[in-house]
Nanobody
Framework: QVHLVESGGGLVQPGGSLRLSCAAS????????MGWYRQAPGKQRELVAV???????NYADSVKGRFTISRDDAENTVYLQMNSLKPDDTAVYYC??????????????WGQGTLVTVSS
């Protein structure tokens, strides 16, 4: 079993910054792609950013140049640095990981979500 725990959400003013963290624990052999998704009220969940095991990031067009995804495989953690935040970034942010476990199994795991509110 694998668990993801997010932290770092909160209330921030427009133009401000936040850093989200997501720590994975459990029967992990390898963490493959890791990413962040978000879901705003009344909207579908959408991909924000993803980083491969080879450290290649991809971003949604709406966050390019403002958000940076990174990972620390020694700590089984993925981060999302969010700068120049806008009210449209308000959402629950979910961590996602594709995991190879021990014994060998392949799982897609979600965190419980952390709320980011951008408002003055």
């Amino acid at each position: 079993q694998v668990h993801l725990v997010e932290s770092g959400g909160g209330l921030v003013q427009p133009g401000g910054s936040l850093r989200l963290s997501c720590a994975a624990s459990g029967s992990i052999f390898t963490l493959n792609a890791m990413g962040w998704y978000r879901q705003a009220p009344g909207k579908q969940r959408e991909l924000v950013a993803v980083v491969t095991r080879g450290n290649n990031p991809n971003y949604a067009d709406s966050v390019k140049g403002r958000f940076t995804i990174s990972r620390d495989d020694a700590e089984n953690t993925v981060y999302l640095q969010m700068n120049s935040l806008k009210p449209d970034d308000t959402a629950v942010y979910y961590c996602n990981a594709l995991v190879t476990t021990t014994p060998v199994n392949y799982l897609e795991v979600w965190g419980q979500g952390t709320l980011v509110t951008v408002s003055s």
